[in-house]
């Protein structure tokens, strides 16, 4: 095999890693978010807040030790937070553009999932956990 081809299954194995991690982290995201919404009947935009958030700290270790099979170190860690709060920030006004288009509260969480799962990857990738 040549580099190429190691590098691009590389990618490959990651991107589906990823993806699995992803499904699960958004079924967690999509189940709270109902549960806080619907059946408890807290606020949409604070349900969304604390889901999102308690998914991303999650997310970190899962993604370090389990897709890009990194070790923690402060750096990593710092560069995550950052990209983190800028993710966040970006769900958020996604999310809260879709609400604010009348867009259901699930299907504005859909919406928000599209547009940053493959940009996530693409900065973690190559910014974040960049060995």
């Not at 490959?12 to 699995?20: D, R």
């Not at 999509?30 to 969304?48: E, H, N, P, T």
């Not at 950052?82 to 504005?108: E, P």
């Amino acid at each position: 095999m040549n580099l190429k081809t190691i590098i691009k299954n590389n990618i490959v194995k990651q991107g589906y890693k990823y993806i699995f991690v992803s499904v699960l982290s958004y079924l967690y995201v999509f189940v709270s978010l109902y549960l806080l919404v619907d059946v408890f009947g807290w606020d949409k935009q604070i349900s969304f807040l604390l889901v999102y958030g308690v998914a991303y700290l999650m997310l970190y270790a899962i993604q370090l030790k389990f897709i890009f099979l990194g070790q923690h170190s402060k750096k990593k860690f710092i560069k995550y937070c950052v990209v983190i709060i800028t993710f966040y920030l970006a769900a958020n006004g996604i999310y809260y553009i879709g609400l604010q288009l009348n867009f259901n509260y699930l299907i504005s969480t859909l919406l928000t999932i599209c547009v940053l799962m493959p940009l996530r990857f693409i900065v973690y990738k190559y910014v974040v956990y960049k060995q």
